[in-house]
């Protein structure tokens, strides 16, 4: 891709975007693009950010640690998302680097997460990982379990669960998945839902999704 193609399938993006919460009959502004930069360098997110997006998604703690300070010394107002799995020993670094942590999933980093944001006194924002699809390869808490373990994220660990996310199965229409994970976040009466990536945003959205998760629909295909 030529150096400004990314700024330019940004606005493609947004576009995109736009026109599916007029067609779901929802107000401007109510979803939030996390443009997703995992596996990219700093010069291929400089245009991104110079195109005014400030909300990123990036899977490993070690990768983001390596590229974003120095980005976010450069461009104010960043918000970075974890939106792959964290490892428990990684919590640490996860909760000093991240504005939003998506992959709540299991007892133990429910645990680590409250005990390092007591020590740290930084509170960044929680969403818990549903396995919607109940997929052997991803990670997740099931749908079954999902509410009660939101649940005794506040009880127990007291920690404010903002949302859930999932990651639909590739095959088949996901448009079932982004319903089901809308009807367990009313259960436990939470009112963020990320889902949605680029090839299937558009449906998430229609589906009640405040945020999607877009990479290549934006940066291109990844090496």
Not at 7 to 28: E, F, M, N, S, Y
Not at 54 to 73: I, M, T
Not at 158 to 169: D, H, N, S, T
Not at 207 to 216: F, H, I, K, L
């Amino acid at each position: 891709m030529t150096p400004s193609a990314p700024a330019a399938q940004l606005q493609t993006v947004q576009d995109r975007i736009a026109a599916a919460q007029k067609r779901a009959g929802r107000p401007d502004g109510s979803v939030t693009l996390v443009a997703v930069s995992k596996t990219f360098e700093a010069p291929d997110i400089r245009p991104v950010l110079e195109a005014g997006c400030r909300v990123f998604g990036e899977n490993r703690v070690q990768e983001a640690k390596a590229k974003w300070p120095a980005l976010r010394e450069a461009f104010e107002g960043v918000e970075l998302h974890l939106i792959g799995p964290l490892q428990s020993n990684k919590a640490a670094e996860a909760v000093a680097l991240f504005d939003v942590i998506e992959t709540v999933d299991r007892e133990k980093i429910a645990r680590e997460l409250a005990r390092e944001m007591d020590r740290q006194g930084r509170r960044p924002r929680l969403y818990v990982q549903v396995n919607i699809g109940q997929e052997a390869q991803k990670a997740g808490i099931a749908p079954g379990e999902a509410v009660a373990f939101v649940e005794r994220c506040r009880a127990a660990h007291g920690l404010a669960i903002e949302g859930l996310m999932c990651i639909p199965p590739l095959e088949g229409d996901p448009a079932p998945h982004f319903s089901a994970l809308a009807g367990l976040a009313r259960e436990a009466g939470l009112e963020k839902l990320s889902m949605g990536m680029s090839g299937d945003f558009e449906e998430a959205i229609a589906q009640g999704a405040t945020s999607v998760r877009v990479g290549s629909a934006i940066f291109g295909g990844r090496g």
